[in-house]
């Protein structure tokens, strides 16, 4: 970091700037804690007592980095899905969010781990997970298209199948939760 500071004609022993090579790497260990996440030591499942309706969770805020430029990227987070046998407490929905949201990421890619962790251990009828983002390295660089949203989804099981309508009832009630935004 000194060193980029350095590169950016910047003078990293001047006070002002002396103690941020330490500061980023804090901020960089921080941010990417999702690293050093095991979803096997939070991630309980409960038996679903007969529930087989749809369970969803909107507006779950996400903070990641692109890869790509290490700039951040925001937005939110819905997920759905189908119990069979087991469900999971809800706040561990924003903790896998968290988990693959907290690496260098893309949005893809962090949209299909949610929907892979949440398939793997509760073994649902389905899953469904959108992720809409406005990308940073789009607003303050680039073609600095400020106010740009990204959308991503992952969807198995019953949410593939159009027979099932619940791909159809899920993106009625994310239509519903984004007015209440």
């Avoid at 997970?129 to 969807?155: I, K, Y």
């Avoid at 791909?167 to 939760?177: K, Q, S, V, W, Y």
């Amino acid at each position: 970091m000194r060193s980029v500071l350095h590169h950016l004609g910047e003078d990293p022993d001047r006070p002002g700037l002396r103690e941020t090579p330490a500061r980023v790497a804090r901020a960089l260990l921080e941010l990417t804690t999702g690293y050093r996440d095991n979803p096997d030591h939070w991630l309980r499942t409960f038996d679903a007592e007969g529930a087989d309706q749809m369970v969803c969770q909107w507006n779950i805020p996400t903070y990641s980095l692109c890869e790509h430029h290490m700039l951040p990227f925001a937005g939110y987070t819905h997920i759905g899905y189908i119990p069979r046998k087991k469900i999971v407490g809800l706040s561990k929905l924003k903790r896998a969010v968290d988990m693959f949201a907290r690496r260098l990421q893309i949005q893809e890619r962090l949209t299909r781990q949610i929907a892979e962790l949440l398939e793997e251990h509760l073994e649902p009828r389905g899953v469904m997970v959108v992720v809409e983002a406005e990308h940073f390295c789009m607003t303050m660089r680039g073609v600095q298209a400020p106010g740009t949203l990204t959308t991503t989804s992952a969807v198995t099981g019953d949410f593939k199948d159009p027979s099932e309508g619940s791909r159809e009832e899920f993106l009625t009630l994310l239509g519903h939760a984004r007015r209440s935004r």
